[in-house]
């Protein structure tokens, strides 16, 4: 079993930016793969960006790729999302997923998930 908490989630100004951490603990494979999902209200959840643990090999949803970026913090055992220019739209409870073999970009590839964090964008 794998534990996913998810933080920095918060209000922030459009143009701003956040960086969201998600802490994995419990059991973890060699090719863990962490992703970022979202999902805003009456919205299907999405695919945001993931990292696989071993090699650091990213994949971004086309809307997120320059803007945000997700990165591994190994010696605190946390994937990062980094959201820059942040817009209204970006609005949506942004959730932790983790599996352990490849990275897919539908939802139901992921066993594990967090509980999410509010990412509130004004205008």
């Known amino acids: 079993q794998v534990q996913l908490v998810e933080a920095g989630g918060g209000l922030v100004q459009a143009g701003g930016s956040l960086r969201l951490s998600c802490a994995a603990s419990?059991?973890?494979?060699?090719?863990?793969?962490r992703a970022w999902f979202r999902q805003a209200p009456g919205k299907e959840r999405e695919f945001v960006a993931a990292i696989m643990w071993t090699s650091g090999s990213t994949e971004y949803a086309d809307s997120m790729k320059g803007l945000f970026t997700v990165s591994r913090d190994n010696a605190k055992n946390k994937v990062v999302l980094q959201m820059n220019s942040l817009k209204p739209e970006d609005t949506a409870v942004y959730y932790c997923?983790?599996?352990?073999?490849?990275?897919?970009?539908?939802?139901?590839?992921?066993?594990?998930w967090g509980q999410g964090t509010q990412v509130t964008v004004s205008s």
């Open positions: 997923a983790a599996q352990y073999m490849y990275i897919y970009r539908r939802p139901s590839a992921y066993p594990y």
């Open positions: 419990g059991r973890t494979f060699s090719n863990y793969v």
